[in-house]
């Protein structure tokens, strides 16, 4: 098990990539390579990733990557497996590193797909909560209220921010059944940390979601990403969980620190009404209700072969 | 000029029987031995997959088979596989090229050479399952090779051929072969599925020579480039679509010498050497165009006939020594680029523009799937003729047998 302490130094995702000051998805890319480790193949979609590390003639990269399109993270990383398999390197981890756009919306019905046939890859999702490299648009991800440039403030109920609550993804791909799902903060580099190792030793469909703040999207202050990361979780707002093998854990039960802590520290949130915060904090004690309600009933499963082979 | 020899029985190689053109992509690609097939289904060329698929579960195939979601994913596993380094093999057809239309792109500037059978039909709308070819065509510039067949026997050649030019290390474009739906994928023929053994002698396992995911050799094989490089990589992909041209022609003269049958590269001719008009064909028309040659020139008409087989590359130079003689020239397409005429006849005009001055006329007919007659090929010829000696202003764009516009 890979902890905060024995972290290698080796480094797979390397320093003189171009994101910006505080970027929470480089450092997600950071440490899960240094866990992944050198038999690796990278695939990025159109991201801030794909533009901060991969723009001709530069790479961050120490191993190989691929690019191909936005929406075909989990259909390329497919794809690769697939003919490593056929190549004997069966043992190269593929791992897809995408953002929330390109996850929970329009990379959505690949990823589906994928789950379903249990692709032995690991999809890792940076929920940075917005399109950020178009500059700031909602994503199926952007929580309630959020200021973004495609829901700007205004007089009508049209200019009150995100008009939506934050799409469960861990919870579609939980709906699939695979082998692992986990959704974990930078906040929580342990925890983090362990998750990814689990996920790089399993085999077949996995998929990690971690959050990761965006100083300049969320128009914070470029040293806040890991508390951001640390209160998003202390607040409830966002919850470490783990499926695994048809078992659903809470990792970690917060402290409960009123949500407009977490608010207040974010200029996309700067408009709220009181009204909205209301809205917000009712969220989080549903969500709670319903993902323990559901860790409960996704207790072990009785043992049955997933496949009957003559 | 390579002339079409008149039909003699064919050595075999393989097994001959009575199969669908379908059935003859399938065993085409299965002889390939490509290691990833992706796929998604849709009318007419669901057999194609369904038959790898039994191959397959028969164990007489061996491969990664990827049963994706959409045809857009299945474009993008191919590249991917590809991109890794092994052979991949994938068709579609109609609103499955369509939505494979952002990955198409992809592909050419990559190196990567995938083949793609596409059985060509209508585009909605209105939504259509017979042959049209405004599928493929709307294709050209995305960078693959573009071929159009005849029949069951050149759709399973095609594919063998098809790996050979694309994997060239001077070419490495992917590329994509059309068979028109039904009147090729669905038709029972006698065919000759060449055997594992031939197929192996006649194309090498692939090697990747400039691209690949290796982690003891590590490199990004996509990448995002400002401008002050990716106008280079589009100079380099058009080089090697014009490479491309002589390795069509190359390949074709290897497999005829190896299987006793060739297609003439990019062109086929018939009876043109010593013709008045000719017109140009593409697809299972061309059948047609054959038997209304030979009863014209019965008749006493010089006409002849020219088969394109290559889209992309054109065969431009090919088209000029062709047609050098020649006091009219009628082309006919299975699509229209709106508001100008039939693509291949675009393509003609422009491809013969320095070295003729004769009228080439646009003939479209047979759009959605309608039949072509050979009265309607015959009125093709006529209109040809009737412009022979003309000069330009006798070229126009001509639909036949358009309900209430043309006979
Ligand atoms: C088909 C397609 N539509 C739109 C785009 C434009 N685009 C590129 S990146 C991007 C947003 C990416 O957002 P996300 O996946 O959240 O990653 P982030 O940039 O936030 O890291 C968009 C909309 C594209 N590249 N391809
Ligand atoms: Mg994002």
């Keep these: 098990m890979t902890t905060v302490k024995d972290l290698p130094r080796e480094d797979y995702f390397l320093s003189g990539h171009t994101a910006c000051p505080g970027c929470g998805?480089?450092?997600?890319?950071?440490?899960?390579?240094?866990?992944?480790?050198?038999?690796?193949?990278?695939?990025?979609?159109?991201?801030?990733?794909?533009?901060?590390?991969?723009?001709?003639?530069?790479?961050?990269?120490?191993?190989?990557?691929?690019?191909?399109?936005?929406?075909?993270?989990?259909?390329?990383?497919?794809?690769?497996?697939?003919?490593?398999?056929?190549?004997?390197?069966?043992?190269?981890?593929?791992?897809?590193?995408?953002?929330?756009?390109?996850t929970a919306d329009i990379g959505m019905q690949a990823l589906s797909g994928a789950a379903e046939r249990n692709e032995d890859i690991l999809y890792v999702c940076y929920d940075n909560e917005a399109y950020m490299n178009t500059g700031i648009q909602r994503s199926g991800t952007t929580p309630f209220g959020a200021w973004t440039t495609t829901t700007p403030l205004g007089s009508t109920s049209e200019g009150q921010g995100k008009n939506e609550f934050k799409k469960d993804v861990p919870r579609i791909l939980m709906a699939h059944d695979v082998p692992y799902v986990a959704t974990a903060s930078l906040g929580f580099p342990a925890d983090f940390l362990k998750k990814v190792d689990k996920a790089k030793a399993k085999k077949g469909f996995r998929?990690?979601?971690?959050?990761?703040?965006?100083?300049?999207?969320?128009?914070?202050?470029?040293?806040?990403?890991v508390d951001l990361a640390k209160l998003a979780v202390e607040t409830g707002i966002f919850t470490l969980l783990e499926y695994e093998d048809g078992v659903l854990t809470l990792n970690r039960e917060p402290r409960f620190t009123p949500v407009r802590e977490y608010l207040k520290l974010q200029g996309r949130f700067k408009h709220l009404s009181e009204g909205q915060i209301a809205s917000i904090e009712r969220w989080v004690k549903d969500k709670w209700e319903r993902d323990r309600a559901l860790a409960k009933a996704l207790g072990p499963k009785p043992k049955v072969p997933v496949a009957i082979v003559r | 000029m390579i002339e079409m020899k008149p039909a003699v029985k064919l050595p075999t190689t393989g097994e001959r029987r009575m199969v669908t053109g379908d059935y003859a992509a399938a065993w085409g690609a299965m002889v390939s031995r490509p290691q990833v097939v992706a796929a998604y289904p849709i009318t007419p060329q669901t057999m194609i997959i369904e038959h790898l698929a039994e191959f397959l579960a028969a164990g007489k195939f061996d491969a990664e088979m990827m049963r994706v979601e959409s045809e857009h994913s299945a474009m993008s596993a191919v590249i991917a596989a590809e991109a890794t380094g092994v052979r991949a093999y994938t068709a579609t057809s109609s609103q499955g090229l369509a939505l494979m239309h952002e990955p198409l792109f992809v592909s050419p500037p990559m190196h990567l050479p995938i083949v793609m059978s596409v059985v060509n039909r209508t585009v909605a709308s209105p939504l259509g399952i017979w042959?049209?070819?405004?599928?493929?065509?709307?294709?050209?510039?995305?960078?693959?090779?573009?071929?159009?067949?005849?029949?069951?026997?050149?759709?399973?050649?095609?594919?063998?051929?098809?790996?050979?030019?694309?994997?060239?290390?001077?070419?490495?474009?992917?590329?994509?072969?059309?068979?028109?739906?039904?009147?090729?994928?669905?038709?029972?023929?006698?065919?000759?599925?060449?055997?594992?053994?031939?197929?192996?002698a006649f194309l090498p396992p692939y090697k990747p020579v400039h691209a690949y995911l290796d982690p003891q050799r590590p490199m990004v094989v996509g990448a995002a480039a400002p401008p002050e490089y990716i106008q280079e990589v589009r100079w380099e992909t058009d080089l090697r679509m014009r490479r491309a041209a002589e390795f069509l022609e190359e390949t074709?003269?290897?497999?005829?010498?190896?299987?006793?049958?060739?297609?003439?590269?990019?062109?086929?001719?018939?009876?043109?050497?010593?013709?008045?008009?000719?017109?140009?064909?593409?697809?299972?028309?061309?059948?047609?165009?054959?038997?209304?040659?030979?009863?014209?020139?019965?008749?006493?008409?010089?006409?002849?006939?020219?088969?394109?087989?290559?889209?992309?590359?054109?065969?431009?130079?090919?088209?000029?020594?062709?047609?050098?003689?020649?006091?009219?020239?009628?082309?006919?397409?299975?699509?229209?680029?709106?508001?100008?005429?039939?693509?291949?006849?675009?393509?003609?005009?422009?491809?013969?523009?320095?070295?003729?001055?004769?009228?080439?006329?646009s003939f479209l007919a047979g759009l959605g799937g309608r039949d072509v007659t050979p009265q309607d090929v015959e009125l093709m010829f006529k209109k040809t003729l009737a412009a022979a000696g003309r000069g330009r202003r006798a070229s126009g764009v001509h639909w036949i047998g358009t309900r209430g516009v043309s006979p």
């Design chain 2, 252 to 361: 074709d003269r290897e497999f005829g010498r190896k299987f006793g049958r060739t297609y003439g590269g990019m062109i086929e001719t018939y009876r043109l050497e010593d013709a008045d008009v000719a017109l140009m064909t593409l697809g299972t028309v061309t059948s047609t165009a054959r038997e209304v040659v030979d009863r014209l020139r019965a008749q006493g008409e010089r006409v002849g006939l020219i088969k394109l087989r290559s889209f992309r590359p054109f065969p431009a130079e090919r088209l000029q020594d062709a047609t050098a003689h020649l006091k009219a020239f009628g082309v006919y397409d299975r699509a229209v680029s709106y508001g100008v005429g039939g693509p291949s006849y675009i393509e003609a005009r422009n491809a013969l523009y320095d070295t003729t001055t004769m009228p080439i006329l």
């Design chain 2, 131 to 200: 042959v049209e070819h405004n599928d493929t065509m709307p294709q050209r510039d995305t960078g693959w090779m573009q071929i159009y067949v005849e029949d069951g026997q050149e759709a399973l050649d095609m594919v063998l051929q098809g790996y050979k030019v694309a994997e060239q290390p001077l070419v490495e474009l992917p590329m994509m072969i059309g068979m028109d739906a039904f009147l090729v994928s669905h038709t029972i023929e006698s065919v000759d599925l060449i055997s594992q053994e031939d197929a192996d």
């Design chain 1, 25 to 102: 998805g480089a450092m997600v890319v950071r440490e899960v390579m240094k866990v992944l480790g050198p038999n690796t193949v990278v695939y990025m979609p159109a991201s801030c990733l794909l533009i901060f590390s991969d723009m001709y003639p530069y790479n961050a990269f120490k191993v190989p990557s691929l690019q191909i399109l936005f929406e075909t993270s989990a259909i390329a990383a497919a794809g690769v497996k697939r003919a490593l398999k056929r190549l004997g390197k069966d043992d190269t981890t593929v791992v897809a590193f995408a953002g929330d756009g390109g």
């Design chain 1, 207 to 225: 998929y990690l979601h971690v959050l990761a703040p965006c100083p300049v999207g969320w128009r914070a202050e470029s040293d806040s990403t």
